[in-house]
């Protein structure tokens, strides 16, 4: 691909004439999920929107202007806030390193907490699309440094890099970001074509089927219904669900997100329930499209569901295997964090990176931090393989 001129910006993802450039089977780019969330992460985002020399649409992406306020997941902040803070990860670091980690906590967190964003919010993937390779994404990419200067922003970063998406990360390194590796996405890839066949490839095949056994002897049964008829009942479990994370139980603003969910990408969404005695007492929603699963949503009843049976991990996993296999899907994407759970049922690892580029001053701080950030997933991570 020829390069064009410099990026088309938009105010408003309804106003782009392509969108994306590229989907590479993502639900999460999307035109209509960019436009379910639009507004979600803050009220001041441009989609970018490259052509080359022919006028042939080339690359596209989303940025974002976040503040302090903005979620950790998507938050360069949260790097300071969240990972150089983090108990749990922190043990991973020797006591020399876990005192590095503190001091440059403190000294990035002003630095990181402004920034001009490129990601798929919620999606855990970065929001760049492109069909050209390298010469595609390089004026995009230096589009996101102009915006960081406009915005007068601490940082620019592009967050959730998988490590297949090598044109994109030789960029950004040649771009002058610097690389963290912050966790990874867990992946169920379905090679096998029924459930035996998944419990086959399981070391703890026994605890799977006294979990699948309690669940049923509960009095549990499973279906797949529309997300429409059950509004009430979700929106109710996920408000619960979100009570118990200490936010305030909003029901309304749970149904609010379902309703965007079903009016921009319910061609994608899919609601598996499972009733008891009539009555929805846990479900999980996921998107499927191209044949690759996402798991986005899942809630249960905790006063009425009784632990033991195991209803978490029945709808979540076994019956999403079950779902997949009826649907001839290839992988179920979990998404990132709960690795020990998700990994002993039989998820695989990819590795995530955040890619953060600052100014001359702090750089140096940077580049320490992001190798302490690094070394803490990777021995996390490394320790649940072992």
């Not at 056994?213 to 279906?223: L, M, P």
């Not at 979990?334 to 750089?363: H, M, Q, S």
């Amino acid at each position: 691909m020829t390069v064009g001129p410099a990026p088309e910006r938009f105010a408003r993802i309804s106003a782009v004439p392509q969108w994306p450039a590229e989907e590479r089977s993502n639900v999460f780019l999307t035109r209509g999920w960019t436009s379910s969330v639009e507004g979600a992460l803050t009220d001041r985002q441009v989609y970018l929107l490259g052509r080359d020399t022919a006028g042939e649409v080339g690359a596209t992406a989303a940025v974002y202007a976040i503040g302090p306020d903005t979620h950790s997941f998507f938050n360069p902040s949260g790097l300071a806030t969240q990972h150089l803070r983090d108990e749990s990860l922190l043990a991973h670091l020797t006591a020399e390193e876990r005192a590095g980690a503190a001091k440059l906590a403190g000294r990035l967190e002003t630095v990181l907490s402004t920034s001009a964003v490129n990601t798929a919010p919620f999606g855990f993937t970065h929001g760049v699309s492109g069909t050209g390779g390298e010469s595609s994404l390089r004026p995009l990419v230096r589009e996101l440094d102009v915006l960081r200067r406009e915005w007068d922003t601490g940082c620019s970063a592009v967050l959730y890099v998988e490590e297949h998406d090598r044109d994109l990360r030789a960029v950004l390194t040649r771009e002058g970001y610097t690389s963290f590796h912050v966790g990874a996405n867990c992946v169920l890839p379905v090679a096998w074509d029924s459930f035996d066949g998944y419990l086959a490839t399981l070391s703890r095949r026994r605890g799977v089927l006294k979990e699948r056994r309690h669940f049923q002897e509960s009095g549990f049964t499973v279906a797949v219904e529309p997300v429409e008829d059950n509004l009430e009942e979700i929106a109710h479990l996920q408000a619960l669900l979100q009570e118990k994370y200490g936010r305030p139980y909003d029901r309304d603003g749970e149904r609010a997100v379902f309703v965007s969910v079903i009016e921009n990408i319910g061609e994608y969404a899919h609601l598996l329930v499972a009733r008891k005695d009539a009555e929805l007492l846990a479900f999980a929603m996921f998107f499927e499209k191209d044949g690759i699963i996402h798991v986005k949503m899942a809630a249960r009843d905790v006063e009425r569901v009784d632990p033991e049976s195991f209803a978490h991990f029945n709808v979540g996993y076994y019956e999403m295997v079950e779902e997949a296999v009826r649907r001839g899907a290839r992988e179920i994407n979990y998404g990132p964090e709960g690795y020990a759970t998700k990994l002993r049922r039989g998820c695989t690892a990819r590795n995530l990176y955040w890619y953060v580029k600052v100014p001359e001053p702090a750089r140096e701080d940077l580049s320490e931090a992001a190798r302490l950030v690094s070394l803490m997933h990777a021995r996390l991570l490394r320790s649940l393989a072992d």
